[in-house]
DNA sequence: AATGAATGAGTTTTCATTCAT
DNA sequence: GATGAATGAAAACTCATTCAT
């Protein structure tokens, strides 16, 4: 069975199995071999690649930013109105690719973990400046001076959104906290 | 020296040492033992009265969220026009009694302790559910049929800044807080 | 079962298990587990006591040390004349209660833990300072000037002889050897 | 890049990082990935060659034990005198080839492992009785009947300033090791 | 000849939980 | 009512060893 250049592959599927167990558990208290086992490794392998769970853990909150980054690249790149620009930024986290039950759920338990562990509040920085600066440089044309105030009021009702929609999957689905999202936001801006 | 009456003071100290060591912790993952320790009393008792760690730990949530329902009341029972009954509700979650970093903290824990919780999760659903119906209910003077979309918009909005105050404490206090989610609302109120 | 004071008592059983198991093996490469079911305990008890196994291990090398340290200190009690004090010091490590092959084999391992261990380390360093300031503070009258000189070279002897009864318990016993030794050492002494 | 004729020097490669991570890890304590990293191989290749770990501390202790033989034998070639031929017998441990702190700490680390290993016991003896029949050997002609006697106690000194060196480097070294012990031995002999 | 991949058994460690007193 | 003692199951982690290539 050994051959080269598994490493890529096998950390990938430890990554998408440690987010699917959390997902599935609703926690991170879930063991490695949990982990393994859904990758169809032994846990053994899991430490070889990882050094240890809190690293595969943080691999696993990475990979959710960056495919959240990504999301939201690819709309920026297609978008051509300050408007488009705004609504690639807010429907990236709504994105389907995202905004699967897994995955919210991990990302919860990610936001949580920023709370104990400083690499993981590190990356949660990051994604915090990251969605402020774009939601301030897609709001510019349209808000000039107020683009901060509107962008933070912006970024705390997506949170807000993304948050309950872990808890309650039944409530609005991704367009629709889009388009409720959006209106927020444009009546802000509109509002002289 | 055992005395008696003693079960509701030992049952109170261990509800807020469980508190206060999570919000230290910044997550679940404490012992029982710590947190009898920081009450004063040794870990069997807290099995004595808790029956496991569990049941301390949802004791613990109600207390917040019993707590922040008290606060709410206490600010609706004050009020006397929409306005004021609405700043109530907003207010509640961000009044100094509550929006202290231990307590959003072990809030924030909650929180996603409902996803893998069945109990948890029904704690969470009477604090969404009162929260909604409340701002529903203050809004309908102002606002009429749009006052539960409103007071979606609200509730979304109130978590966001809460969540965020939990990672990024430097941000708003809670009287800021309280005045752009007012003004918020308040916008969205009076759009025609 | 559970009585009060039983602190003192486990920890005593599991030092002398943890000597005994080393003994036994001749290694260090003992697991806690053993050294517990021969103490008569669960291995979880060794951790509630010692907190890992290197502090238990530690913990039974300051015995073995200690120990010795015993019988020296009766030994120069008990002594009259400078020759008395000298075959006091000597014979402490050769001593019935010292040298069995148990205590000589857990003493070999920790001569060689401490080579990684730095506590190891500390713990050896005392030992080889006392045995050097006792021998010296006993040959000071016979031999004066030459006192360090040959405490240096005694000690190395039976350091030698110490640890090659550990590897041939058939060689001299523990009579024979305090024999050699001081033999050797009035031998220096009486050498103008 | 397999050559032909690699076997005797992957072999030589890997015992001597034994020897070197043994040295500077005081203890058997360390993995085969350690030394074969050292080595410059894969773990895989290191029990190709020693089947396993055992085996390959067992050739590392072969090899240091026959360093100090090939290093004694050296010496006895060139000795004319009887006192030469002692000379070079204890000078042979304290030779600059062999001791170097990395030696020592990997001759004591399996001086003590004879106490557990069968084969490493055997390969002391092996060493312990050449050093005694070398020693008297080189006595008989000096010492005639009392040769055994003294030559116990010589190697018993060696053996003691061997130890020492490896837990305190800054004594002292090669040089006046073998004095202070060729004057023991000696003024032994002198002793009608 | 040599390797990287992979395993799985074994060990330490943690901790909720139980219980005699 | 309250505790200290004790357990044992579960988890992380390590590492010698195997093996396909």
Redesign the pocket.
């Known amino acids: ?7 890529p ?2 950390r990938a599927a430890l990554i998408d199995a440690a987010i699917a167990e959390i997902g599935q558990a609703g926690s991170l208290d ?4 949990q982990i ?1 086992r859904r990758a ?6 899991a ?2 690649y990882f ?4 690293q595969l853990l943080l691999a696993a909150m990475r990979h959710v930013l960056s495919d959240y980054s990504l999301e939201v690249r690819r709309g920026l790149k297609a978008a051509k109105t300050p408007v488009e620009r705004l609504n690639a930024i807010v429907h990236g986290g709504f994105a389907p690719s995202n905004f699967r039950t897994d995955t919210v759920s991990a990302w919860l338990n990610f936001y949580v973990l920023a709370l104990s562990s400083p690499e993981a509040k590190r990356l949660h920085r990051i994604y915090a400046r990251r969605l402020r600066s774009n939601l301030i440089h897609a709001l510019r044309p349209m808000a000039d001076s107020r683009a901060a105030e509107i962008a933070d009021r912006a970024a705390a009702l997506i949170d807000g959104f993304y948050l309950n929609y872990g808890l309650a999957p039944e409530l609005p689905d991704g367009v629709v906290a889009t388009k409720i999202v959006m209106a927020a936001v444009l009546r802000d801006i509109a509002d002289s």
């Open positions: 069975m050994p051959k080269l250049g598994m490493e592959i096998r879930i063991t490695v071999s393994a169809g490794v032994s846990s053994g392998l430490h070889h050094g240890n769970k809190e």
